[in-house]
């Protein structure tokens, strides 16, 4: 049984309806690790659907939590003063809304293109609209012992009177850098402390808020189970860096049952999506943003990527790398074609709305070689390979593919699989043996009547091998005389998308060299 299915029918043993949750601080440029979580929980969702379960998925963005990294590509000079300011209080980089609002909306986007469309819950609205606040009270009265579940599952000590609320500041808006000192049943009182934090500076001032309605919020490990309790939250899962033994998840099941009586959700720990080994960051700006992702490769292979693997096997992405993308196309291709439950399963999952499964497309090596190869008919290469005519989704599906193509040999192809016909005698042409040079103007002799790339190519290696060449030898020095490199596509291929009468002139001046 495929892995999200199995989630699914063991979440779905009570029958019960079941909301399918997820959530992500908007701190910075989203990366596309990101979307692993929402993919993972939008599978559930969908399956839960599939199986006749009634069933919700929401995806909340933490729009309260303090800007405590800038990320790089952001102005120090523009918004240093806005470190441990709430994300929802900075303005945008263009100016318009919010900081939280313009890299939220930026990242929903993206999984919206991916055939994930989540209720949008914002988390500064549910405390506005208080939503939290049986929560927060909860919270505030059993403050020692939150601070006991804290020493006991995580490690953790805090100062005996620690107070489970984080205000946001009266005098200088920030929440990152505040200090609850007390709760007299009315009010929280706190501190804004000049060095709470290293990545912002609090203004000193003392105050007291009305802990409902959005003055403030819960930290993280309490807010996390009281958003489950407040939600109805059935389904959530995490990284795995949180789901360590005595990390955030440990402590939230515990506040969750201890605290607000409420059973914790059916648990999905998954592995990061790390790039040559490095769990991305959406603040320091390292690695993929999930938007570039999404305009490299199109929506269903973003899911698949992340469809195919179980929840905790790591992904490592570099597109950089030469057969990454070309490998993942053609996997594809391969689920969609095979007779196995599971990638069927992995294929029909992966696609979005009413893609055909019954379509004709070349591989993706294929189509590299054709569209840098001069007056090559795509159209007519991929009847060849299909051995019928295109059908409406063969074109369909061979247009959108070639898209992607371009786009990989424009942003990622490493130089050895990208090539151009030189229009002067390449000096790498100089190079080439007497015998070389002598099948190069045999090769010349048989051009006219070459028609059929396969059987020429065949003829070619026979040309060089009758000379006492070996076949690395014979048609390097073809590639050397068009292309000015060691290696390139099959050569008789680039002969006969060349015009002749330029492939003799240039064999022939070749062979005077």
Known sequence: MFWADKIAKEASATKKPHLVDDAKT??????????????????VYKVLQDAKVKSRYTFIIDDLDPMDDLPAYLSKDKYGKYMGTPLKNIPAPDGKGSYAEHYAREFIGVFNKLGANPEILWNSQLYEEGKLNKQIQLALDNAEKIQQIYEKIAGSRRPRDFIPFQPICEACGKIGTTVATDWDRKYVHYECQESKVDWAKGCGHSGKVDPFGGSGKLPWRV??????????VTVEGEGKDHASRGGSRDTANT?????????????????????????????????TSAIEVAEILPPELVRFLMVRPRPMQHIDFNPELEHTIPKLFDDFDIARTSKDPDLQRIWQLSVIGGQPREYFVPRFADLLNWVQMP??????????KKGNKL??????ALEQRVKYVKIYLNRFAPDNI????????????????????????????????????????????????????????????????????????????????????????????????
């Open 26 to 43: 908007p701190s910075g440029r989203v990366h596309v690790g990101a979307l692993r979580g929402v993919i993972i929980h939008d599978l």
């Open 223 to 232: 807010e996390w189970p009281a958003k489950w309790a407040a939600l109805g």
């Open 255 to 287: 506040i969750a049952k201890e605290i607000f009586k409420y059973d914790p959700p059916y648990d999905i720990p998954y592995e990061h999506f790390l790039l040559s080994g490095k769990k991305m960051s959406s603040s320091k700006g390292v690695g």
């Open 375 to 384: 007056n090559v008919d795509l159209g007519k290469e991929t009847e060849k």
């Open 391 to 396: 059908t409406k989704e063969d074109r369909e």
């Open 418 to 513: 990208k090539f151009s016909v030189k229009d002067a005698l390449p000096k790498e042409a100089k190079l080439l043996t007497e015998k070389q040079k002598e099948m190069l103007l045999k090769v010349n002799d048989l051009l006219e009547d070459a028609k059929d790339p396969e059987d020429f190519q065949n003829t070619v290696y026979k040309v060089g091998k009758e000379l006492g060449l070996s076949s690395a030898d014979t048609f390097k020095a073809i590639y050397r005389a068009l292309l000015g490199k060691e290696s390139g596509p099959k050569a008789a291929w680039l002969i006969l998308s060349l015009d002749k009468v330029f492939v003799k002139k240039r064999f022939e001046q070749v062979s005077r060299e």
